[in-house]
């Protein structure tokens, strides 16, 4: 990701730190908090996580690490984000959970462990300037998967002029069995929403 690419992303949620206050989902881009748990709920389908690590891509207040350890009490969890902002609330809030980091970094340039399940909520909602980023993320996240990668994307977003981008869902899935056979695709939970299962 190109570092313009980088600082509008940062931007983006330092205004809106400014405006919903920190800690708040708006903060992180979400429209209310039922819009994330919604997303969370499909993610959380991937497949049985227990004794299993687990990888939070652009993990944001580490939210998904609450809600999967209800799931999953005995997962064991890395989260990682950009925004320092984003983490230090992540930290305060399950630092000290068990099995649980968190570490402070881009997706896109960073150096992602190998993890059995990468999931990705909210990270690749982010319009770039290269064309073909998407797929190279996806190569990425799934490389970095034992076993699977899910993410989610959208597909009805009216935001022409800002940082959001749409997706067609045949199109992704088209790209992603050119890595995996293994490619499962969840609708129906949210009208601007799809999520995709990729497995190894």
Known sequence: MEFVDRSLIHRYHQER??????????????????SQQSRFEILAQIGDMNDLSILDAGCGHGD????LGKKYPSIRYAGIDQMEEFLDVATARYGNMPDTTFYLG?????????MDFVLACGLLAYRNSKPDFIYRIIDKLFASSRLGLGF?????????????VNYDPQEIITYCKKLTPKVVLREGYAVDDFTIFMYQ
């Open 106 to 114: 881009d997706c896109w340039t960073a150096e992602l462990p190998n």
């Open 152 to 164: 989610n994307l959208l597909k009805n977003v009216n935001d022409p002029e800002g940082i959001l």
């Open 64 to 67: 998904l690490r609450s809600f």
């Open 17 to 34: 730190i400014q405006m919903y206050g920190e800690g708040t989902t708006s903060a992180l881009g979400w429209k209310e908090e039922q």
